[in-house]
């Protein structure tokens, strides 16, 4: 049987240090969100936003402090119940060699063909399924995608993947403005009842976030609504 997860996050004074650094990129973070609650992560490149999403998916354990998802301590949980809890739009979008269809059944194993194609031409990949459609092979030996193909099947990806957790990095940097406006609708929209953490630095969506966290060298300096920064 597998437990309801409610998507609660609980981010309790963390500082991390890269092993080959004397420096912690992050200082006494704390960030609280309740489920269905929605956070922009703002703040210059290098400042530490992407290391935090780092610590959140357990990749790799904070120093100091601690992270608690449904109030239970990220190093108590199952890595599978993990991954079925979390959603991750990665600012990197891996692309493995293989066919069009096995790089989305990664997001969901039981996904069907249909499901497959009613989502790439959400995110207006329909291109991506003329000729040999899902058995299009990608990567080495196959069809090399652009910068903004990749991206889109990330966004597939977590269309696809229903956690009640959703994480993204700059999910639309290198898409042009209306194609970016279109992608962070349907993410706002599929993420509804969703507890998410959005990294941006982009203007585009946050009137839909409860909280905005402006970080500067690891730590947040501001935090607020979007009408009030
Ligand atoms: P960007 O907006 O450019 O994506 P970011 O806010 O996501 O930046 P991070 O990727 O979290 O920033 O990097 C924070 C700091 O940690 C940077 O100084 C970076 O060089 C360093 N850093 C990132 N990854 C590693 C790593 N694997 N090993 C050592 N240092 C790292
Ligand atoms: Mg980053």
């Not at 300096?221 to 009030?228: A, C, L």
């Amino acid at each position: 049987h597998e437990a309801q997860v409610n998507g609660d996050i609980a981010i309790d004074d963390i500082s991390y240090t890269y092993y080959d650094s004397d420096q912690p990129v992050l200082k006494n973070i704390s960030i609280s969100l309740k489920q269905g609650e929605k956070l922009a992560l703002l703040g210059r490149t290098g400042c530490g936003k992407s290391t935090l999403l780092q610590l959140l998916t357990r990749n790799w354990d904070p120093q100091q402090g601690k992270i608690s998802i449904d109030g239970v301590e990220l190093p108590k949980w199952q890595e599978a119940s993990l991954r079925q809890a979390i959603t991750v739009v990665s600012q990197r979008v891996d692309i493995f060699n293989g066919t069009l269809r096995e790089n989305l059944l990664m997001a969901k194993p039981e996904g069907s063909d249909r499901e497959f194609s009613k989502v790439l031409t959400k995110v207006g990949l329909e291109t991506l399924l003329k000729g040999k459609g899902l058995d299009t092979w990608l990567g080495e030996g196959g069809r090399q995608l652009s910068g903004g193909e990749r991206r889109r099947i990330g966004i597939a990806r977590a269309l696809l993947h229903d956690a009640p957790i959703l994480l993204m990095d700059e999910p639309t940097e290198g898409l042009d403005r209306r194609t970016e406006q279109q992608i962070i609708s349907l993410l706002i929209e599929h993420a509804k009842e969703k507890t998410v953490l959005f990294i941006t630095h982009r203007l585009v969506g946050l009137e839909e976030m409860d909280q905005i966290c402006l970080m500067d060298e690891g730590e947040i300096i501001e935090r607020g609504k979007h009408t009030e920064l």
